[in-house]
T-cell receptor, first 117, second 112 residues
Framework: DTEVTQTPKHLVMGMTNKKSLKCEQHMGHRAMYWYKQKAKKPPELMFVYSYEKLSINESVPSRFSPECPNSSLLNLHLHALQPEDSALYLC????????????????FGPGTRLTVL | QKEVEQNSGPLSVPEGAIASLNCTYSDRGSQSFFWYRQYSGKSPELIMSIYSNGDKEDGRFTAQLNKASQYVSLLIRDSQPSDSATYLCAVSYMDSNYQLIWGAGTKLIIKP
């Protein structure tokens, strides 16, 4: 089973709202990721948590705040977003090894379609 | 700078034919190679992973890796209209802590 779940599927928010995106996996993966994807572009890495610690922050504005409450859950807290932040937000988790080789194979959730008005 | 390049397409292939998708990468320190399929408005779905030179087959899909020439390809046999999607090539590097470098994606259209 390689399922990553995300809620909500769709989110519309105003620029003054505070909302959160949630991601969950029960595959025992120890790394989890947040990506942002705009139309006709590849995913753009935002944050990586490895063993529940933030290991990569790709210079993301502070209006995006990640949180990893435990090894299965990943949240992305949103505050004071801009219309240009409208995008598909993807969560992924990775399997460290495949056939004994380290590959960090990433599996994606269905995404949250975010619209900022 | 590590780069992954793909022809953006669209690549149009008749139903039942073989679709061939190509990807080149710039850095010989690459470790693992992935093909993801993405339907419009949906999330990327892992199709194939490969990390050794040669071919890897899974059903109608074959991934081919040539590290000397720095390319990886995906062949789809007996193409179906349901294969119409954007195919993203991604490469991971040990010195980048295995983060993925993405190609821009190739849009594949299978014509009935």
């Amino acid at each position: 089973d390689t399922e990553v779940t995300q809620t909500p599927k769709h989110l519309v928010m105003g620029m003054t709202n505070k909302k959160s995106l949630k991601c969950e996996q029960h595959m025992g993966h120890r790394a989890m990721y947040w990506y942002k994807q705009k139309a006709k572009k590849p995913p753009e890495l935002m944050f990586v948590y490895s063993y529940e610690k933030l290991s990569i922050n790709e210079s993301v504005p502070s209006r995006f705040s990640p949180e990893c409450p435990n090894s299965s859950l990943l949240n992305l807290h949103l505050h004071a977003l801009q219309p240009e932040d409208s995008a598909l937000y993807l969560c992924a988790s990775s399997q460290e090894k495949e056939g004994g080789v380290r590959t960090d194979t990433q599996y994606f959730g269905p995404g949250t379609r975010l619209t900022v008005l | 700078q590590k780069e992954v390049e793909q022809n953006s397409g669209p690549l149009s292939v008749p139903e039942g034919a073989i679709a061939s998708l190509n990807c080149t990468y710039s850095d010989r320190g690459s470790q693992s190679f992935f093909w993801y399929r993405q339907y419009s408005g949906k999330s990327p779905e892992l199709i194939m992973s490969i990390y050794s030179n040669g071919d890897k087959e899974d059903g109608r899909f074959t991934a081919q890796l040539n590290k000397a020439s720095q390319y990886v390809s995906l062949l789809i046999r007996d193409s179906q209209p349901s294969d119409s999607a954007t195919y993203l090539c991604a490469v991971s590097y040990m010195d980048s802590n295995y983060q993925l470098i993405w190609g821009a994606g190739t849009k594949l259209i299978i014509k009935p």
